[in-house]
């Protein structure tokens, strides 16, 4: 209690007055919480920027699964009509992931990439290509690609759910589609699956075309998330 008393008077505090130490502690206290809100709004914009980053390539990912379907739905042979009914499905839902991603922007600012045209192209080609093989040809490309993108929704939901809880629940739903598309992908090649050349082709294929529709964004993302985990 003394000190107060002497903080009163404006009495010497050691070899400094009081009043000059209260002070300084204030400009101290102050100085250390602006830093403090500082960092944690720097903190956020940074969360924010991410979580854009996440819906531009999850929404160009989902447009180029919709370019692939499509495409393997046109021009792959009627005598596979029960791949082709299964594609007509799985081409729903991603038209549907398409559509979330695409209304879970304005909310966060975020905008689609505007490289979507190279999806549409690359991804096309690619389901004319692996539709041209048959049915292991599409097969091993739903397999190549649902992988790919059910690594990308893993880093992105341990990302989100201490960020966004809406869009970690989102992401969630739609992994949990992406994961029975690669389920059904794999369990219908069987035990022995495409060769490896092909499967790889795919797998590389499928990688270059996010990358370059997303301008190298989807590799740097990638690396970020883990970073931030
Ligand atoms: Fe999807
Ligand atoms: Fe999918």
Redesign the pocket.
């Known amino acids: 209690m003394w000190w107060i008393f002497s903080l009163r008077r404006g009495l010497d505090f050691g070899n400094r007055p009081v009043a000059d130490i209260a002070a300084r502690s204030k400009v101290e206290l102050f100085t250390s919480k602006a830093q403090v809100v500082c960092v944690m709004s720097s903190a956020r914009a940074t969360d924010q920027r991410l979580i854009r980053r996440i819906l531009r390539v999850n929404h160009a990912g989902?447009h180029g699964?919709v370019s692939i379907?499509s495409a393997q739905l046109l021009h792959l042979g009627s005598r596979h009509a029960d791949l082709k009914a299964w594609l007509a499905e799985?081409l729903g839902?991603?038209r549907a992931?398409r559509s979330a991603f695409r209304d879970a922007m304005p909310k966060r600012a975020a905008k689609p990439c505007r490289a979507l045209g190279v999806w549409s192209v690359g991804g096309w080609v690619l389901g004319c290509l692996t539709a041209l093989l048959g049915r292991t040809g599409v097969l091993a490309c739903?397999a190549a690609?649902?992988r790919t993108?059910h690594g990308h929704l893993q880093e992105q939901i341990a990302y989100l759910r201490r960020r966004d809880g809406d869009l970690a629940a989102l992401v969630e739903r739609i992994q949990t589609?992406?994961l029975s598309?690669?389920v059904y992908a794999e369990t219908n090649l069987g035990p022995s699956g495409p060769s490896p050349l092909l499967q790889g082709a795919v797998g590389a294929a499928t990688e270059i075309l996010i990358a370059i529709s997303t301008r190298g964004d989807s590799i740097r993302l990638r690396r970020t998330l883990r970073e931030h985990r």
Do not use: I, K
């Open positions: 989902e699964a379907y799985t839902h991603e992931h739903t690609v649902e993108v589609e992406e598309h690669l």
